[in-house]
């Protein structure tokens, strides 16, 4: 006789839940739906307290992300992802061995990955999240702002990027230097806005990261070095570090 597995499907979008309901109602001999959950934290608990052999997860949840999620848990069960973006998860998902779900979700592939469980017979396979978290996150698209919250008295100035020439670290704190003169002081590292910043911003030595759009001259100097002379009120001159110069002339060819 035929197992039937326990599953608790976890998304914070009520129709996606439903959906999957719907689904699992026609392939109940397989799978037996016994709890639903609306974020990584009420799953967390809903997982330790009914022991599923199956998981249907949402891999962007409002709280959480998916694997974030399933670090944290002692019970293991399969997992099922499910993901609005298949482009994002395709090599993710083909390099492990794991099922996923593209959203809206179709009945056929639906149906094989309930055979897929039938065969794996509650076997779930050793995967390393975390490894695959970070791969997921690595094939995502950079999200680009546009622009940087400054702290004042008050609250909070958004310093939009088309107007930032360049930034510079000083001691304890980065200054934004605005084409119309103007500074503003950031307390974020240098490091943490160039992780931020889209990519027509680039670090051209230790201390400074420049707007490639606001550079108006570049000449050459000595020991492998170049100046920047930015288009701001006060033409700005930026002297570039040596160790980034093959990175300064392959972003300044695009």
């Known amino acids: 006789m035929m197992k039937t597995f326990t599953s608790i499907i976890i ?14 109602g026609k392939h109940a001999h397989a799978i037996g739906l016994i709890g639903e959950a609306n974020s990584g934290g009420s799953a967390i608990e809903l997982i330790e307290k009914l022991k ?12 959480m992300d998916g694997f974030s999620m399933l670090v944290r ?22 390099e492990n061995a794991l099922d996923y779900l593209v959203k809206p979700i179709d009945e056929q592939m639906f149906l094989k990955s309930v055979e897929k469980i039938v065969r794996w017979n509650n076997a779930q396979p050793q995967v390393d999240f975390s490894r695959l978290r970070d791969m997921f996150e690595g094939l995502q698209p950079k ?14 100035l958004l310093v939009r990027l088309n107007t930032v020439v360049y ?10 230097h605005t084409d119309d003169g103007g500074t503003h002081l950031s ?7 160039e992780e931020k910043l889209p990519n027509n911003f680039m670090r051209v030595q230790k201390s400074y990261i420049v707007n490639k759009d606001k550079i108006h001259a570049v ?8 100046v920047l002379t930015m288009d ?5 001159r930026i002297m570039t570090g040596t160790t980034y110069i093959e990175h300064i002339r392959a972003f300044l060819d695009h």
């Open 11 to 24: 998304d914070d979008e009520r129709p996606a839940r439903l959906m999957i309901k719907q689904l699992l």
């Open 52 to 63: 599923p052999d199956l998981i249907f997860l949402d891999i962007q949840m409002h709280d």
């Open 73 to 94: 848990l002692k019970h293991k069960p399969m997992v099922i992802f499910t993901t609005a973006y298949e482009q994002y998860a395709l090599k993710a998902f083909q």
């Open 143 to 156: 999200k680009e702002i546009s622009a940087l919250p400054i702290k004042i008295k008050d609250g909070f």
């Open 167 to 176: 930034l510079e670290a000083g001691q304890g704190y980065v200054t934004l």
């Open 187 to 193: 307390e974020l590292s240098l490091s943490q806005l």
């Open 219 to 226: 000449t050459k100097h000595f020991n492998n070095r170049m």
């Open 232 to 236: 701001d009120r006060q033409g700005s």
